[in-house]
């Protein structure tokens, strides 16, 4: 009988030993080691930093490829090649290799936040992070692009976050046309940094995107938004419309900034910064809240529609208050002379008897000495003439 129990016993038992096995084996397997160069932030699949100054001259290979963060601070990437997290971006003598591991399938399957600011990077070809399918936040920021792929986000179809800060001021117009085909393809993007890029106008396929929530266009060179613009921004189909971040910009407050104005009061929930808002032009409005303008102050000179007279109009209604402001202190001054005339009165009078006086002596000694000098009895006698010689009466000559 107690055979039968134990071997049933054993039985029972028996299917539940290779699960716990295989749950042994599987915690005691070692984590993937962390790469070379490189620290990782509780276990390879919390978080992995690369910050290894100019030595780090292309992307790490062993990424652990449960890895979910990886952030490379630092380094002196210059160039990042197509597939360049999935074994792309090799040497001349590895190009081969990283081709077959580019094509043979997805390195880092996990990966959802990738951070590359600081990594002097200066080129971004087409497919630079083909590999990638998970990746939801990438940051570029603090990095002198040059040039940018049509096709560098390609491979990224959840990309919901780009961060381009302090990254395009160097690559001028055909940069940032680059950047116009480069976001054509992210219908998932979410937040999109611009500041510090020095950007006259904005990216058209940035203000397009359908589930864009916000824009950060701050530090820029934008002068204001046009018509075309502000219709770019709105959302059909019950999709909100993108909050928009402006602040340090140069606007220009001429007869062009009048939609723009319109539009901020008409949806300032949407520019959660519009109260820092500053005119940069013209001379008379310089430093005035855009929120705080009369659309009426907003003119343009001799029908000019780009708003490059509205100076000369502007300067009017200033020249009249600064007239205003120098009548007031005239009449001021004016008055405070009059007070003093008026307390100093009796000294006033007296110096005048005084002035009075001498002024009469000074006459009465000019008239004395006109007197003397018209009397004829006081006229000298002539002098005889030179060859004349006086005789006597009696003598007989």
């Not at 990224?156 to 990254?167: E, F, M, T, V």
């Not at 979410?190 to 266009?217: C, Y």
């Not at 007031?328 to 007070?339: K, P, S």
Request: aromatic share 4%; with cysteine; hydrophobic share 45%.
């Amino acid at each position: 009988m107690e055979m039968s129990e134990l071997g049933l016993a054993v039985d029972q038992r028996g299917p539940l030993l290779p699960g716990l096995l295989l749950v042994a084996a599987a915690l005691s397997r070692p984590a993937a080691p962390c790469p070379f160069q490189c620290y990782c932030f509780g276990g390879p699949k919390l978080l992995l930093r690369c910050a290894s100054g100019a030595e780090l001259r292309q992307p790490p290979r062993d990424v652990p490829p449960d890895a979910r963060n990886l952030t490379i601070v630092g380094a002196n990437l210059t160039v990042l090649r197509a597939a360049a997290f999935a074994g792309g971006d090799a040497d001349p003598g590895e190009a081969a290799a990283g081709e077959a591991a580019a094509a043979g399938g997805v390195r880092l399957p996990l990966l959802s936040a990738l951070r590359l600011t600081h990594n002097n990077i200066e080129v971004v070809e087409d497919g630079a992070f083909d590999g990638l399918p998970s990746l939801t936040a990438l940051d570029l920021s603090h990095n002198p692009l040059r040039a940018l792929g049509g096709g560098a986000f390609r491979g990224l179809p959840a990309l919901r976050s780009l961060q381009l800060n302090h990254a395009l001021a160097r690559g001028g117009p055909t940069l940032l046309a680059a950047l116009d085909t480069a976001l054509a393809p992210l219908d998932e993007l979410r937040l999109l940094g611009l500041a510090g890029n020095a950007l006259s106008r904005l990216p058209p396929a940035a203000l397009r995107r359908p589930r864009l929530e916000q824009l950060d266009a701050r530090l820029n060179a934008l002068a204001g938004l046009g018509p075309d613009e502000l219709r770019a921004l709105e959302r059909d189909g019950g999709l909100p419309a993108p909050r928009l971040l402006l602040a340090d910009n140069p606007l220009r407050c001429g007869c062009a900034a009048r939609p723009l104005l319109a539009w901020l009061r008409n949806a300032t929930e949407r520019v959660p910064d519009a109260r820092r808002l500053r005119c940069a032009s013209p001379r008379a409005l310089q430093d005035r809240p855009f929120l705080d303008l009369d659309e009426a102050r907003l003119r343009c000179a001799h029908g000019d529609a780009e708003g490059r007279g509205d100076e000369v109009e502007l300067a009017g209604p200033e020249l009249e208050a600064s007239y205003v402001f120098f009548g007031l202190v005239l009449a001021l001054i004016g008055l405070i002379f009059l007070m003093v005339l008026y307390l100093n009165r009796r000294g006033i009078q007296r110096w005048m008897r005084n002035l009075r006086e001498a002024c009469r002596d000074q006459m009465e000694g000019y008239h004395y000495r006109y007197e003397q000098d018209a009397d004829p009895r006081r006229a000298p006698a002539p002098a005889a003439p030179a060859g004349s010689r006086a005789t006597s009466p009696g003598s007989g000559l």
